[in-house]
């Protein structure tokens, strides 16, 4: 575990080495390597990024240059091996030190109370100590460290052969490539866990998926397991899995036996924790009694959805080694340890209808409504069908009952139907062949597996961008709203997104519904964003598969957005991360001489198609290139208020402490972020009134 002074030191390490390299060239490896993994560790298990991503590179670069100028430098554990080479061709089976058993199941305080029952007769002593922590909805793993590396990585399989995926795992930045175990443990070590997707992750993955035509995938669980088998490790890093150890299955000491100062499983996982490894060490618990155990059962399920992946149930172990091999185990499960399940959030209802929407960019999705049924405290009534595949797929009709899973904040999918409850009397589902909002003919391209309609001037469609348009992440106009773009649109108050900038204020007050203030505020909104950076308005301009990451991309490529009417497929693929699908698509949206034209519309309206941080323009105002972050609740001001205070004399916000923060500033009961600033060091701490002097300097 790296102390308090290990964190200064790596930091300050850190900054110089970006600055400048050792001479001596083992010290420099041995440096760059140590303020990487320490940064990695920040980053991916503590999820406080130390560095900004320019610098994290900088320093990633340094060390790939010196190992290819010195190749006898290089070794396996090094930060630069986790860089996927080349396609594995098949995934060996490999037998695990230890079999891989499943756990038994209680779904309720009477089956706790048998559990805790059977332990005491089992291990023959009515003190028991039990640990909790949660149970991970991914796919298990099993790591092996050999003298302290990292050497292999195996699923689980049939619990005794699991498949070797050895490459793929290294993709895991929060799995160690190599810990410092006790002296003694000179030989095997082999670690239990399990691989997960944030929930975060996921629903952006999905969202891609959809975007591109793809059907999305149903769950974190499946989407973890799924990356864990795909043969191109280049591609698993990219999904961004993480990992939770939570069990040492086998270890060995000079005389093959568990190091004396390991006695118990909390011990164990604090230990793991310690040697960096990313475990329950925060989450979980200790109780004297099953009652406990209970009660913390009781109410982390109402909290399960805080944690940032899906989590089904928790588990109960006996925290103590020596009592756990005293009760054994059966084929199946340690006889030590108990899942308790937390309630399905699955329930059963009838498909009524399917209707057909149309999105943004064109493609039609079948939306089922089924009748409303309640799960997991949210009564669902309508659910994405995504496209027609997945109604073939999966065989569904009108009026069959279906299973509906909604796991967490995952969106409600129906898992199956139930063909053996059918009637006779279930109707297939009929795709449209034309667009229900404009009636003109869909289209469907060979690889995808969207209908599509391609009106441009669909009025749905149209609609759709404006509100894409106006959203948070892309020219957030707040105070907007999808429901008053669509009331403004169908009464002809708005036609287009350059619309949006000469609004019948005048009839907008006469609809009712619109006070004086709500429509100063609106007014002040989309004025406000006038001045949203390029990379926002590329976003926001909804061009087909081009995400936030990808809009950053392309905004950094060019001084004027201009620029791009020059840009053709082949010069837009130079660019990080953006494919041929991409390139062609950004390609034909400038290209294009109705956007174009709107893209004059918006210059004249006075918008920012300028890239401020390239030759262009720049950001003006006493506070420009400074970054703000308010914490702790402000007595002053609205937090709202003070961010365009800062904005408006060119400052950005910023969304959690980093090195690339200038100034914190803290209204009452400041929690964390406040600490972390003082840490860093870096940071200018302001209170409310401090923050006022300066913007109003
Ligand atoms: S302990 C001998 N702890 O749940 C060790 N398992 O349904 C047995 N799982 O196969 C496993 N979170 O893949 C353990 N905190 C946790 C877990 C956990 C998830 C998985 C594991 C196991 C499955 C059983």
């Known amino acids: 575990m790296y102390t308090a002074q290990d964190e200064k030191r790596l930091y300050e390490q850190a900054k110089s080495l970006i600055a400048s390299t050792p001479e001596n060239i083992e010290d420099a490896v041995a440096q760059l390597r140590e303020v990487i993994n320490f940064s990695d560790w920040k980053y991916y298990v503590q999820s406080e990024p130390l560095l900004s991503d320019y610098e994290y590179d900088t320093l990633f670069k340094k060390l790939k240059s010196l190992e290819e100028q ?19 061709e098949k995934f060996p089976p490999v037998a695990h030190l230890v079999p891989m058993l499943s756990l038994d199941n209680t779904y309720n305080a009477e089956d706790l109370m048998d559990f805790d029952r059977k332990c005491k007769e089992l291990a023959g002593t009515d003190k028991i100590e039990y640990c909790v922590e949660p149970k991970y909805d991914g796919a298990s793993i099993s790591l092996v460290y050999e003298n302290g590396r990292m050497t292999r990585g195996a699923t689980r399989g049939d619990g005794v052969m699991g498949e070797e995926i050895t490459a793929n795992i290294r993709q895991i930045k929060s799995i160690p490539l190599s810990a410092n175990f006790q002296k003694d443990q000179v030989g095997q070590v082999e670690i239990r866990g399990e691989v997960v997707i944030h929930k975060n992750v996921f629903a952006a993955y999905n969202e891609q998926r959809i975007a591109e035509g793809l059907s999305p995938l149903a769950n974190p669980r499946n989407a973890a397991s799924g990356t864990l088998r795909i043969l191109d490790p280049k591609e698993v890093a990219k999904r ?26 909390y011990d164990s996982i604090q230990y793991l924790y310690s040697l960096g490894f990313p475990t329950p060490a925060k989450e979980m ?73 149309v999105g943004r960019t064109g493609a039609v999705t079948p939306v089922a409504k089924i009748e409303p ?21 999966k065989d569904l009709r009108i009026g069959d009952t279906v299973v509906v899973e909604r796991a967490g904040d995952v969106i409600p999918y129906i898992v199956k139907s139930l063909a053996e409850l059918r009637t006779g009397e279930e109707r297939p589902i009929a795709f449209p062949h034309s667009c229900p909002a404009c009636r003109e003919a869909l289209e469907k391209n060979e690889e995808e597996a969207a209908w599509r309609c391609v009106n441009i001037n669909c009025p749905v469609q149209v609609a759709e961008r404006i509100i894409h348009y106006t959203s948070k992440d892309a020219m957030d106009i707040r105070g907007l709203g999808g429901a008053n773009v669509i009331k403004f649109f169908e009464l002809g108050l708005l036609k287009d997104i350059p619309g949006l900038y000469h609004i019948d204020w005048e009839a907008v007050s006469k609809l009712g519904g619109f006070g004086d203030k709500s429509i100063t505020n609106l007014k002040q909104a989309i004025e406000h964003s006038k001045k949203q950076p390029l990379s926002r308005l590329i976003y926001g301009l909804g061009i087909r598969f081009v995400g936030e990451t990808t809009a950053k991309t392309l905004a950094n490529a060019v ?35 109705e956007n174009r034209h709107m893209l004059d519309m918006l210059e004249k309206e006075g918008l920012n198609l300028v890239n401020q941080h390239k030759g262009g323009e720049q950001a003006t105002g006493e506070l420009a290139g400074k970054t703000f972050l308010f914490t702790g609740t402000l007595t002053k001001m609205k937090r709202s208020e003070a961010e365009a205070m800062a904005e408006a004399k060119g400052g950005s916000i910023l969304s959690g402490v980093s090195s690339k923060l200038n100034y914190l500033v803290v209204g009452e009961d400041a929690g964390s972020k406040l600490e972390k600033a003082k840490k860093l060091g870096t940071v200018s701490i302001l209170t409310e009134d401090e923050f006022l002097n300066l913007v109003n300097a």
């Not at 006898?72 to 996927?84: H, K, L």
């Not at 209970?294 to 940032?308: G, K, Y």
């Not at 054994?328 to 209707?355: C, I, N």
């Not at 130079?574 to 698509?585: Q, W």
């Open 285 to 357: 618990r200790k109780f004297d009694n099953i009652e406990g155990v209970i009660q913390f059962c009781d109410d982390f399920e109402v909290r399960r959805d805080d944690l940032p992946f899906e989590v089904d149930g928790l588990v109960i172990k006996v925290n103590d080694f020596d009592m756990q091999d005293k009760m054994g185990m059966t084929t199946h499960h340690p006889r030590w340890a108990v899942a308790y399940k937390f309630k399905a959030r699955q329930a059963t209802s009838k498909l009524l209808d399917v209707e057909f929407q």
């Open 70 to 88: 010195y190749p006898e430098q290089v070794t396996e554990d090094s930060p630069t091996q986790r860089v996927a080479m080349g396609l594995s």
């Open 240 to 265: 961004k899995l993480s990992a939770i150890l939570y069990h040492i299955s086998y270890y060995t000491t000079a005389d093959n036996q568990r190091p004396a100062t390991l006695t118990t499983h």
């Open 373 to 393: 049924v309640p799960i997991g405290g949210v009564t669902v009534r309508s659910i994405s069908l995504f496209n027609e595949d997945v109604i073939r797929e």
């Open 559 to 593: 001084t004027h957005i201009r620029d791009f009417y020059d840009w053709d497929v082949e010069k837009l693929s130079t660019l990080e991360d953006i494919g041929p699908k991409v390139a062609s698509s950004v390609a034909q949206f400038f290209h294009n001489e």
